[in-house]
C-alpha cells in the first residue's frame, strides 16, 4: 500500500510536469508568434522610421545638438520616475538631460546620477502651508519664471514622471504646460500629467506638439471624460482616432500588448514582442525615449515636408527601441529583469539597428 501511494504520487507529479512543460512548450510558440508577427495594415516600419531619424555622430557636431530634454516631475514619494524618463533620455543620445523637481525630491535624484542637471525649484502643498494667497501666488510666479528662463533651451519637455497630485504643485505645472505651448516645445505627458490633463483637457487641446502616453487605466480615463464612454477593444483604431479628434490636435500613444499610436489623421501600432516582465517604470522610459526621437524627428530636414507627424514618427521609434530593449533584457535577466537592466540595453537596441560608426 505504501508502494502505491508513493506510485500514485510519483504518476501525479510526471503528470503535473507533463502539463507544465506542454504550457511552456504552447507559451513558447505562442511568443515566437508574436516576434514573428506578419505585418498587419497598422504596422509600422519602425525599424526603418528609428533608423532614419536617428542623427549620424558627426565630430563637427557641439553639444546640445543631439537633444536637450528636461523632465517636470519628483516628489517626496516619488523620485525614481523622473530618474528613469531622463536618463533612459542620455542612454539613448540625448546630448543634456534635465529634471525639474521639489526640493525634497533633488538630494535624492542627484544621488542616482551626476549626468543630470536637477532643478530643486517645485513646491508642494505642505512646504507652504500658512501662507497667505498673495504669498502662494508669488511662489507659483517665481516657479515658473524659473522654468521659462530655460524653455527656449530645450527640444523637449516629459512632464509628469513621478510628479504626484498635490493641488499647489498641479497648479504650477499648468502654467509651465501652458509657457511650453507658447514657446513651441514639444511636450510628452505621462503619469500623473495624465491624471492632470485629464481633468483639465484644456491644457493640450489643439496643441499639436503634445504627446500624451496613457497605460490601459490612464486611457480608460481618457475615454469616459473626453468621449463619455467606455474601451472599445473591438474597435480600438478608430476609437484612438475618435478620442484624438475629441481632445483636438494631439497624438495619443496607446500603451498595450501593441502599442497604438495615433494624431487623428493616421493610426499605426507597434507590436514587436517586448518582455513579458511588467515592472514598474517601463512608462518612464518610453517617455525619455519618445522624447528624444521627437526632437530628432522634428530635426530631420527631409521630414519637415513629410506627411507623417514628428509626433507619430517619435512614438514609433520609442515604443520600438524600448520593447527591443527590454526583450533583450529579459532573454538575460529573466524574472529578475528591473528596469534598470532595460535602461542598459537602450544604447545596444539602439546600436544594432544603427552603429555609432
Request: charged share 20%; hydrophobic share 40%.
Amino acid at each position: 500500500m505504501w508502494v502505491s501511494s508513493v506510485l500514485r504520487r510519483q504518476n501525479f507529479l510526471i503528470r503535473c510536469l507533463g502539463g507544465c512543460s506542454d504550457h511552456f512548450h504552447t507559451n513558447h510558440k505562442t511568443m515566437q508568434a508574436m516576434k514573428t508577427m506578419s505585418a498587419s495594415p497598422l504596422e509600422a516600419d519602425s525599424e526603418n522610421i528609428l533608423r532614419a531619424i536617428t542623427p549620424t555622430l558627426d565630430p563637427s557636431r557641439h553639444k546640445g545638438q543631439a537633444g536637450k530634454i528636461a523632465v517636470i516631475g519628483g516628489c517626496r514619494e516619488y523620485t525614481g520616475a523622473p530618474y528613469f524618463a531622463a536618463i533612459s533620455a542620455l542612454k539613448i543620445g540625448a546630448d543634456l538631460s534635465h529634471v525639474f523637481c521639489t526640493k525634497d525630491a533633488a538630494p535624492v535624484i542627484k544621488g542616482y546620477s551626476p549626468e543630470l542637471i536637477v532643478h530643486p525649484i517645485l513646491e508642494e502643498s505642505y512646504s507652504i502651508s500658512g501662507l497667505g494667497d498673495e504669498e502662494r501666488s508669488s511662489i507659483s510666479s517665481n516657479i515658473l519664471v524659473e522654468v521659462d528662463k530655460w524653455m527656449e533651451r530645450f527640444d523637449c519637455l516629459v512632464v509628469g514622471p513621478g510628479l504626484g497630485r498635490d493641488p499647489f504643485l498641479l497648479e504650477c505645472v499648468s502654467e509651465i504646460l501652458k509657457c511650453a505651448r507658447q514657446s513651441n516645445v514639444p511636450i510628452v505627458i505621462d503619469g500623473d500629467g495624465l491624471f492632470l490633463v485629464t481633468n483639465s483637457p484644456d491644457l493640450v487641446s489643439g496643441y499639436h506638439l503634445a504627446v500624451l502616453t496613457p497605460n490601459v487605466n490612464e486611457y480608460k480615463r481618457l475615454v469616459q471624460k473626453v468621449l463619455s464612454c467606455e474601451v472599445n477593444d473591438k474597435d480600438a483604431p478608430k476609437q484612438l482616432q475618435s478620442l484624438v479628434k475629441g481632445i483636438g490636435g494631439v497624438t495619443i500613444l496607446q500603451k498595450g500588448k501593441s502599442d497604438l499610436i495615433s494624431d487623428g489623421e493616421i493610426v499605426k501600432s507597434v507590436s514587436i514582442y517586448g518582455s513579458p516582465r511588467r515592472c514598474g517604470g517601463q512608462g518612464d522610459i518610453l517617455s525619455g525615449s519618445v522624447a528624444v526621437f521627437l526632437s530628432w524627428a522634428r530635426a530631420k530636414e527631409k521630414f519637415a515636408k513629410s506627411q507623417i507627424n514628428p509626433t507619430v514618427l517619435g512614438c514609433i521609434a520609442g515604443s520600438f527601441l524600448l520593447r527591443k530593449a527590454a526583450s533583450l533584457a529579459f532573454e538575460h535577466k529573466k524574472r529578475s529583469t528591473l528596469t534598470t537592466d532595460i535602461i542598459e540595453y537602450l544604447g545596444k537596441s539602439l546600436e544594432d539597428i544603427c552603429p555609432a560608426c
